[in-house]
């Protein structure tokens, strides 16, 4: 019997309960859809770097983080493998005319782990609670981002929490209004801050509701075990409305900041998921073919130029960018430097994003010699160079093994095909952060991943007004274009034409576009990898038995 | 109480006496540390590091920054060490030489280590002297605020420091050189408290010399002796130390190194097949440590026969 | 006696307040703030923010305040980082993990130090003499950072009798490894200084006479000998133990034990101010109160040592 998990459609759900029972029920038990033999024991241990601020669904704001919350609370909308919306807690919602106010139908029969039924009153009160300044949440902005009627005034202060556009309209009726139509809207609840919350909880324990013996969600888990940057156990939640189909009973979580130690444990059997550190994954997919994988990922590495006034004269000029930009072998920092499957990037937006086809950028389809021979031209002609003015380049890059990889290699090829000196900086995070915003760099690294998957979560950061444009790069035809493009039809030839500018101007030098490199067990199954953004839910995961 | 003048020039001579004394306490020295074989050996083990160090870049076939692009991510297989390829103790994860980033390491290490006992020698010295000289109320005062610095957990500030003002070689010897000085300046005012009462002291102060001058002139050249000996000894330590610290990453920053550094790459990868990564920064690393803890030994043997 | 300690007590309170105002200046100096992300947080959010944590008050009355928190109630105020949890309770966490691990380094370090060192001092010139010095040589230079990663590769990769990070609660195999690539280079200083001592102390005239007088070596080792040996030692262990919270940073990073080594490294790099004060606070303390422990055992093994 196959059943398509994907159809969530309330008829279906009493169909998936009888197989899941009956799958709970038998002695050697079988996948329900694939019929593999399933291991008697279901668990998954995976490794973080670090520990996670929060887990509060309301305040999370870290990758890590979200992984756990959407394992313990479940949304109006869930991504399926590919990243394409199911329905979660919601069955479904209706839009109106205007695009301005949505209509979420929840399912009847969804609990907290207490056994209290999960109600439209709960998102409000999550929602509400995550836009009120007095919780401070670093995702505040993210209820803004939502479009939310009066998002913005409560998010300042400004008005009090309870106008927020979201009513619950009855128990299983929510409606959210929006101050402009967001096409996108519907793939943003399915993000960790807008996960539901159960006040009663939140008002008997305070902060310390996030503790395991405190803690009620509604997810396909529930917390276990919490101790801060060593492990976070999660087990199955009987209250949870398609328990009977999850098939993974514990997950555990093990903070391990030393990947190379993170490896050693995984080949001896201690994890079934960790990171591949960087320059190792040719060796790991030769040996464990199985096991090592890369699958794209949705974000950029680029690095910036300071365009500022203030800053050094030689970056204001175009040609030495462009030369600057030419100047790197991306094929080298990919295949070489990397190793893990990234692609080289000649456009910024990520080549995988959803409905975005990659331009033809002269540059990307010349040889590295012709770009070398081009690089070194442009740098002349300017006037720098061997034959010039001498040309120094300071650069700055957050703390990290991996982006000190890239750092080094790009300063040997601007040295070896340019003879421009380049000294390299590093900062730790916070530092780095605020040197950028305040453009007190003159080149600096940069890395954006996807909001949503659409290119203008990656070329709204070329926007004057961006507040994430940290060169300064002010453009007005580029501005134009991505005002335009929020309304068009089909945005692609703004797209292309903005790739176009970037690709002139260099404001920013795009160098690879992300891969998500990780050794996975070869027994576990279900993993999302065609998933862009790499949201996966552990109760879609199942331990195979070995042969 | 100071002795009268009438006395004075009889210890004048005392003092030269002393001072004749002394020279030939240095000869007794230097006789019994060349008898020390160990410490003999590790001195001439000293010197051809440094002269490694110092030399050794002229033998590299390669800049230690230079990329060889066509062996970054295959170093396991086309780093192995050879004489062929000039890569004599094989390259890192980013195609660089090892050699030479290994002689670059060993300088930035010693370096490191000498600055640090350095600092704690000129400021140590002086201080703990200055303290014990002077005595009473200053030397309370003095040396209660050693013991409230030596309190602090300074490993945790200079992390604090490296953190906050950035990673700079500068930095690192600002910190390393906060906490170096400390155990020398007690070191300095114990020794100093018996030199005080000694005759020659004695004549000087009622001779009217500037408490400063005696301290220069006649306090510090007597401490010179142990003072050596805990610098010594204090090499290998500074040295341990900044490897903890590039273990952190907040050591000497690329594309510069140190043993630390190199040391610490390399056994983040001592299970990917890259053995000499963390072996030839190692055995430098070693080596100097034992070479300078053994000259110390012999050194203080020499220089305090009655340990013996 | 009394009065000795109490006077280091009275300088301990100084000391502790010269610290709490250091690390404060040095953090409210640093560059970027608790709250910076790479999505800058729009100025109103990054208000509440700081309101919410008292980051919006003048210097002098942020410092008094936490001054005051910390001297009346113990209170270290909220944790920047980590949104839920309070500075004690990431430190009533990671604490006893510290302690027991370090507790039980800090007996191997000792028990085993000072045996192999008596050891080798009493067969001296043998081959378990050579053995012992051997051994303790090359630990004593081995960084913790390289031993760690062996110390992974050989018990968990290769023989897979230990797990090879964790804590779990503080389950003993969890605490081995952890404990060995702490103690080992502390071993093997106290085994030298102890067998140097030892030698000096043999080589002294009362223990010449005990012997002459016919004792057996092992009560001439055990009643005479032992106490004086242990001097030098003594004063190492100060030391010792200031090294060993230092390496408490390597061992939590390498064996992720979830230490306060880890939370400090931890928030040091992401400028959570609370945390940072309150363990360097604690390290002070302990290492304080240590070295008066030191002192006073020093005290009343030598009685010569008067204060």
Redo the contacts between chains.
Sequence with gaps: MTLTRKLMASTATALILTAGTAYAQSETATHPETGEALAATQAFTYRVLDESPSIDPGLVEDVDGSEIVRDLFEGLMNQDALGQLVPGVATGYEVSDDNLVYTFTLRDDARWSNGDPVTAADFEYAWKRAADPATASPYQWYMELMSLENGSDVVSGDTDPSELGVTAVDDTTLEVRLSEPLPYFPQMVTHATTFPVHQATIEEFGDDWTRPENMVSNGAYVLTEWVSQERLVRSRNDQYWDNDNTIIDTVTRLVIPDENVALTRYLAGELDMTDVPAGQFPRLSEEYPDQAVSVPEACSYYFMFNLRDDAPEAFQNADVRQALSLAINRDVIVENVLAGGQEPAYTFTHWATAGFETPDIPMAGMTQDERNAMAQELLGNAGYGPDGEPLTVNLVYNTSEAHAAVAVAVSQMWKQTLGVETSLSNQEWQTFLEARSNGDFEVARGGWCADYNEASTFLDLMQSGSGYNDSKFVNEEVDELLSEAKTAENPQANYDRVEEIIAEETPIIPIYHYASVFMLNDDLKGWPYENFEQNWYSRELYVTADE | MYPNKATVEVLEQAGHMAEVRGRSLWADARSRFLKNKAAVASMIVLLLVALFALFGQVFAQWERDFIDFSLIGSNARQGVPSFETGHYFGTDASGRDLYARTVQGTQISLMVGLVGAMVAVIVGTLYGATAGYIGGRTDNLMMRTVDILMSIPFMFVLILMLVIFGRSIFMLFLGIGLISWLDMARIARGQTLTIKNKEFVEVAYATGVHPAKIILRHIVPNLLGIVIVYATLLVPSMIIFESFISFLGLGVQEPNTSLGALISEGAANVNNQVPWQLGFPLVFFVIIIFAFFFVGDGLRDALDPKDR | MFAFIARRLA??V??LL??VI??FI??Y??????????????P??LA??N??YGLDQPFWKQIATYVWGVTTQFDFGPSF?????SVND?IA??FPVTLTYGAYSFLVAVLVGVSLGVAAAIKQNTWLDYLAVGIT?GAQ???N??L???L??IF??WL?WL??????GGQWEYVVLPVIALSTSYMASIARITRSSML?TLNTNFIRTARAKGLSTGRVIWKHALKPTMLPVLSYLGPAF?GM??GS??V???????GIG?????S????DYSV?MG??IL??AL??FF?LLVDVLYAWIDPKIRY
């Design positions: 300088v301990a100084p000391t010269i610290l250091l690390s040095l953090m100096t640093a560059p970027g703030g608790p709250f910076n992300s790479e999505r800058p947080l729009p109103e959010v509440n923010i309101a919410k980082q980590f949104t839920n949890r990431i966490q990671g040589v230079v081995l960084p950072f390289v760690g990663p062996i992974i590769i968990t990769l897979g797990p090879g990070g964790g804590w779990n000096e200031v919270i230092t940073v390597v939590d990073i390498i064996f992720s034990t979830g880890r939370f400090f490294v931890n040091a790099f992401n400028r940072i363990i360097t390290v002070g290492t304080i070295n």
